[in-house]
């Protein structure tokens, strides 16, 4: 009982970064209709950018706020430069330009801050002994704190979408660019806007993600988590946020339960079960468990 | 007194230019329909107004000029464009494509009354205005359409094709509304229209489009009755 307890809490966690990544990709794939392959190289960037401030004595929660707004800007500035002038020529090519973008941020985290990894300081107590007992298991302070602020922002995007007027005009240009424009929105801000967001929330999860592991920053973290969550994203539907959240916290408690109790798998094959719901999504559910068919033809 | 004025219009897609000068008007408060066969230009002319193509040539509103202007600038500056085959929010409730429509406005207590006002005008909307709007029949997306462009309280209206794809009772209703709303609220309306017929009957003065050049003119009246509307598009 304690050991399923302990690899359910570190499930959970794990699900809840890529229950907050598959909702910034479900994000940009509703704004824009691709898959966003920077999105996990945008969320190092910015991690490495609050590594490198926590370096400095600078404490995390400023650190935090400092590389969400870094995310956003990276997001917006990508989404204007990169992505507006080529989206119209074909999905296809802006496809490969956020695969360039991929390889060009790694390399320039290379750079900038080499190819070391590092151990990043958490938002919370995170010593050996900063956890609680529940039922003789061992729950980190560490996790919890990554439950809530994970909550906390899934539940501000939920508001945002669904109780706001800005939430509205992006519900609308996702749903409808063309209808969105001739309603009067300026439909070039809200894009600007989603891929900011999405780029923001990314570097949320990259701070709350890396304290979780001694030695977790470094330039190989985040392809993992993009896998992760893009099969989240994937299972839960491309363009259904809800389903995005719930699917990316079952596969983090699949992935704890199976690496954890089927011994063939253990710590090598766990990648492979995010493959495996890849391909089983794709074969059985195109659209995914919550989305909706029209997305199949993408 | 002219509301909208298109002279010398140029417009469309790539190297392939559709219009090749373009001129027209539409009077305050006035009902004017652009007929047209298949590739004449007329959802081009459209486009081009409402700005979602590249276009030269002269569009002024009011005698100012929005032909810069990106789209959601041209509603603002009061045209609202009912796109052909609707472009209706299809996974958006009802209500919530109404409010989308008033994208433009602050005035949360006008737009309180303008969203009574159309559920009065739509009946059929008021009774499904929590639905999705994907799950409407053509005619009444047709009519959300309409009710969502007026939601922005445009000075003009511009309606593409209204009637593509509606049964023929449904297309005289929607053209019953259509006329009401031009009576009621003095609303300028430009439509462009291949049921000549029905068009014509509510409109005051009409353009005749072939090949992306306007080549005949004059009130409803003297077009039903000239030799070439009548043949091509009443068929008799």
Redesign the interface.
């Known amino acids: 009982m304690q050991v399923f307890l302990e690899r359910l809490f570190d499930g959970i966690s794990n699900g809840a970064i890529y229950a907050a990544l598959a909702l910034a990709l479900v994000m940009v794939f509703r704004g824009t209709g691709t898959i966003n392959f920077a999105q996990g190289e945008m969320a190092l960037f910015t991690t490495y950018i609050a590594w490198g401030l926590t370096t400095k004595n600078i404490p995390v929660v400023l650190c935090l706020l400092i590389a969400t707004i870094a995310g956003f800007t990276l997001g917006a500035v990508t989404e204007r430069v990169l992505v507006r002038p080529i989206e119209k020529r074909s999905l296809l090519a802006t496809l490969i330009v956020l695969l360039g973008l991929f390889l060009a941020l790694n390399s320039l985290d290379g750079i900038l801050w080499g190819n070391q990894n590092h151990s990043m300081p958490s938002l919370f107590p995170n010593g050996v002994n900063s956890f609680i007992s529940v039922d003789g298991a061992r729950l980190y302070w560490a996790n919890l704190g990554v439950w809530l602020l994970v909550a906390l922002l899934v539940g501000a995007m939920f508001q945002l979408f669904n109780r706001t007027r800005l939430g509205l005009h992006m519900r609308a240009t996702a749903s409808n660019r063309e209808s969105a424009a001739l309603a009067g929105i300026p439909t070039g801000r809200i894009l600007l806007l989603g891929w900011g967001i999405s780029a923001a929330i990314g570097a949320v999860a990259g701070v709350l993600f890396t304290p979780l592991n001694p030695d977790a920053l470094g330039l190989g973290e985040m392809f993992p988590l993009l896998i992760y969550a893009s099969a989240a994203a994937l299972f839960g539907g491309l363009d259904s946020p809800g389903g995005a959240v719930i699917a990316g916290l079952l596969i983090g408690v699949a992935e704890s339960m199976l690496s954890g109790y089927v011994s063939a798998i253990g710590g090598q094959l766990q990648e492979a079960i995010a493959f495996v719901a890849i391909v089983m999504v794709l074969l059985i559910r195109p659209q995914g468990l919550f989305g909706s068919k029209e997305v199949e033809r993408v | 007194m002219t509301l909208l004025e298109v002279r010398d219009l140029t417009a469309g897609y790539g190297p392939a230019e559709v219009l090749h000068g373009v001129s027209l008007r539409v009077e305050e408060a006035e009902i004017v329909v652009v007929l047209g066969a298949n590739g004449a230009g007329k959802t081009t002319t459209m486009r081009a107004i409402?700005g979602?193509i590249g276009r030269k040539g002269t569009v002024n509103l009011d005698g100012a000029s929005i032909i810069g202007l990106?789209?959601?600038k041209v509603?603002?500056a009061g045209v609202?464009?009912v796109?052909q085959g609707r472009?209706?929010?299809?996974?958006?409730s009802v209500d919530?494509n109404l409010?989308?429509?008033a994208?433009?406005r602050r005035d949360r207590q006008g737009i309180k009354e303008d969203l009574a006002r159309w559920y009065e005008v739509f009946p059929v909307l008021a009774s499904r205005r929590k639905q999705m709007a994907g799950t409407l029949s053509g005619g009444e997306q047709q009519m959300l359409a309409v009710a969502?462009?007026l939601m922005?309280r445009p000075r003009l209206l511009l309606c593409d094709e209204p009637s593509l794809g509606l049964a023929p009772l449904i297309v005289r209703e929607v053209f019953n509304v259509l006329q009401r709303v031009n009576t009621e609220q003095q609303m300028a309306m430009l439509i462009v229209e291949q049921n000549a017929e029905i068009a014509l009957g509510i409109a005051s003065r009409a353009y005749l489009l072939e090949a992306g050049e306007v080549v005949s003119e004059g009130t409803a009246e003297s077009l039903r009755e000239s030799d070439a509307v009548r043949r091509a598009y009443l068929g008799y």
Do not use: E, I
Request: proline share 8%; glycine share 8%.
């Open positions: 409402a979602l990106s789209p959601d509603v603002a609202s464009l796109p472009g209706t929010f299809a996974k958006l919530d409010h989308v429509g994208a433009k969502r462009a922005s």
